[in-house]
């Protein structure tokens, strides 16, 4: 026999209603107070001085009103980590005025900023429209991480900046740092939170009261500057992760703070080379906390994948053993990409080479989830983009026209830094955007008299600025040398 539920009364269904309509009013406090601060969100440009993990307030400003020039200039106390730069203490009408933001990068190293890329960015501006004055400011800081060109976007906003450009990444990893305020996995409510401006509001505050914020020198300190710099370098992943939280947590802070200001922002994602950068330290397993059966298997393996006498096919098979044993070795992952690029295995050798620039126990380079973060932040907040790993993927290894999803290292005189071709290319992607950007009408001789420009320019710098060049490129390798196990390619 059936048996058939009785309907709800009138009087269970009131109740019903009234518990809904008590949970209603009881949130509807919290949806007006998150409707206004969505609304009214407009937060000051100072927000940026504040970081979840660094005391920022010791940091000077950068530039310095010189009186007698009435200009602003690169305060001459900063210029060990910037080169010298100037604009207009009063701007006119005919002025169009873009700081350009970033580390060592931006600073055109290691050259100088005479051919970065911010250099070719305004020659190209200044070709496509010279009714106006155009001051594209270079800001770029040595070892300079996100946090730091935070404090230095707080400044330059407040100089009627008609767009921004920011292109960091690399030096995430240099300063030391310990993280106790960022969870490592955002799970869904936490993504939910991050997207609410009263629960991000109550953060802060309470971040403020609660958190003992770690000193951020007035100028960077970085791990190798100090005397056996390399072997603080461990294998930490909870750090790692979370250095690639808080770098994708400050540009996000970055591009809401320009566009709270309604300033045209340019984000360029940071590449790097991996093809002829092997790791700058590898880590072997530890005999102490690993079983030794293991240990002496893998030494024997990573023996025969650095034996240039053996074929290719037994030195990358014992690279897949070792990695076998420990996937996270960056020599084996990086002996194991090499490989596969020489033979033009191209999605093979991608997957090796930047999982060895991953897990490279001193990294570097920005990270495969920095990059992949920032692009997807950069969608997410409709910021305009200069996506730099595929604008230098342009050949194969056997230098076809057939991008393989690899940066060409020819490309880069070093691990990070641009040849004067790749800044050019970076300079004219950000001049593209940021005509769109401006509203600017590009005249029809525009490239040729750039190209004629350009090369009036090139021509006009002497051998003694090349020579600083090399001068400054051996300096940066010796240092990032002492590689920990370097590796017989």
């Known amino acids: 026999m059936n048996s058939i539920s009785n309907p709800p009364t009138p009087s269970r269904q009131r109740r019903r209603l009234f518990r809904l309509i008590s949970v209603l009013l009881a949130l509807t406090p919290f949806a007006i107070a998150e409707t206004y601060l969505q609304v009214m969100s407009d937060r000051p440009s100072d927000d940026l001085t504040w970081d979840p993990i660094f005391d920022t307030s010791a940091q000077p400003r950068l530039f310095r009103l010189d009186s007698a020039s009435a200009k602003y200039r690169v305060d001459e106390q900063r210029l060990n980590f910037f080169r010298p730069a100037s604009f207009e203490a009063v701007k006119t009408p005919q002025t169009k005025r873009v700081f350009v933001?970033?580390?060592?990068?931006?600073?055109?190293?290691?050259?100088?900023?005479?051919?970065?890329?911010?250099?070719?960015?305004?020659?190209?501006?200044?070709?496509?429209?010279?009714?106006?004055?155009?001051?594209?400011?270079?800001?770029?800081?040595?070892?300079?991480a996100s946090y730091r060109?935070?404090?230095?976007?707080?400044?330059?906003?407040?100089?009627?900046?008609?767009?921004?450009?920011?292109?960091?990444?690399?030096?995430?990893f240099l300063e030391e740092r310990s993280?106790?305020?960022?969870?490592?996995?955002?799970?869904?409510?936490?993504?939910?939170?991050?997207?609410?401006?009263l629960i991000q509001s109550i953060r802060r505050q309470l971040g403020k009261a609660t958190v003992q914020l770690q000193p951020l020198p007035a100028e960077?300190?970085?791990?190798?500057?100090?005397?056996?710099?390399?072997?603080?370098?461990?294998?930490?992943?909870?750090?790692?992760?979370?250095?690639?939280?808080?770098?994708?947590?400050?540009?996000?802070?970055?591009?809401?703070?320009?566009?709270?200001?309604?300033?045209?922002?340019?984000?360029?994602?940071?590449?790097?080379?991996?093809?002829?950068?092997?790791?700058?330290?590898?880590?072997?397993?530890?005999?102490?906390?690993?079983?030794?059966?293991?240990?002496?298997?893998?030494?024997s393996q990573w023996a025969i994948a650095q034996d240039r006498e053996r074929s290719d096919a037994d030195r990358l098979q014992a690279c897949q053993l070792c990695l076998a044993t420990d996937p996270d070795h960056a020599g084996a992952h990086y002996l194991a990409g090499r490989i596969h690029w020489q033979h033009n295995r191209s999605e093979l050798a991608?997957?090796?080479?930047?999982?060895?620039?991953?897990?490279?126990?001193?990294?570097?380079?920005?990270?495969?989830?920095?990059?992949?973060?920032?692009?997807?932040?950069?969608?997410?907040?409709?910021?305009?983009?200069?996506?730099?790993?595929?604008?230098?993927?342009?050949?194969?290894?056997?230098?076809?026209?057939?991008?393989?999803?690899?940066?060409?290292?020819?490309?880069?005189?070093?691990?990070?830094?641009?040849?004067?071709?790749?800044?050019?290319?970076?300079?004219?992607?950000?001049?593209?955007?940021?005509?769109?950007?401006?509203?600017?009408t590009n005249r029809d001789d525009a490239e040729s008299v750039y190209q004629s420009q350009a090369k009036q320019h090139l021509e006009s710098l002497d051998e003694t600025y090349f020579n600083r060049a090399k001068q400054r490129l051996r300096g940066l390798q010796n240092w990032a040398a002492g590689r920990a196990g370097k590796l017989s390619l």
């Not at 993280?179 to 401006?197: F, K, R, W």
């Not at 045209?264 to 994602?269: A, I, M, N, Y």
């Not at 897990?359 to 200069?386: F, G, H, Y």
Request: charged share 20%; aromatic share 6%; hydrophobic share 35%.
């Open 220 to 299: 960077t300190q970085t791990r190798l500057d100090l005397v056996e710099g390399m072997r603080r370098y461990v294998r930490d992943p909870e750090w790692r992760r979370s250095v690639e939280q808080h770098y994708i947590e400050t540009m996000r802070r970055m591009i809401v703070a320009c566009r709270n200001a309604d300033v045209p922002l340019v984000v360029c994602v940071p590449t790097s080379e991996i093809v002829n950068t092997p790791p700058f330290k590898i880590v072997e397993l530890d005999k102490e906390t690993h079983d030794p059966d293991r240990v002496a298997a893998f030494q």
């Open 149 to 172: 060109v935070a404090v230095i976007l707080d400044e330059v906003l407040g100089y009627q900046p008609d767009a921004i450009a920011i292109y960091c990444g690399h030096n995430e």
């Open 350 to 440: 991608r997957k090796h080479l930047m999982a060895a620039r991953d897990v490279d126990v001193c990294p570097l380079r920005a990270t495969t989830p920095m990059i992949q973060s920032l692009q997807k932040l950069s969608d997410e907040l409709n910021v305009v983009m200069v996506n730099c790993p595929i604008r230098f993927d342009q050949t194969d290894s056997s230098r076809r026209p057939l991008p393989d999803g690899i940066p060409d290292p020819d490309r880069f005189v070093d691990h990070v830094h641009p040849t004067i071709a790749g800044h050019q290319q970076i300079g004219a992607d950000v001049a593209s955007q940021l005509i769109r950007l401006l509203n600017i």
């Open 101 to 144: 933001l970033g580390g060592s990068t931006v600073q055109g190293r290691p050259y100088e900023i005479e051919t970065s890329f911010s250099e070719w960015t305004k020659q190209r501006l200044q070709a496509a429209d010279p009714t106006f004055s155009w001051e594209v400011v270079n800001c770029g800081g040595v070892s300079y």
């Open 179 to 197: 993280y106790g305020t960022l969870s490592s996995n955002q799970g869904t409510l936490q993504a939910i939170a991050s997207h609410s401006q």
